[in-house]
């Protein structure tokens, strides 16, 4: 799916699926979802809101 309408349709799929499921979703770099780790950074050092942990 590509569609960002069928977001909640598929979360709820994969939660009421018995195992293991893969959400893949693809985000604009421009959006800046948090938390982030940037590229080749280790988890301690994810930016939480434009503040660094």
């Known amino acids: ?9 598929a979360i709820e799929t ?3 699926h018995d195992g293991p ?3 893949d979703f693809r985000i604009e770099r421009e959006e ?3 938390p ?3 590229a ?10 434009g503040e660094k942990r």
């Open 14 to 16: 994969s939660l009421a």
């Open 1 to 9: 799916m590509t569609d960002s309408s069928n977001v909640k349709d």
């Open 32 to 34: 800046n979802v948090m």
């Open 21 to 23: 499921f893969l959400l």
């Open 40 to 49: 080749g950074a280790a988890i301690n050092e994810m930016i939480l809101g």
């Open 36 to 38: 982030m780790v940037p």
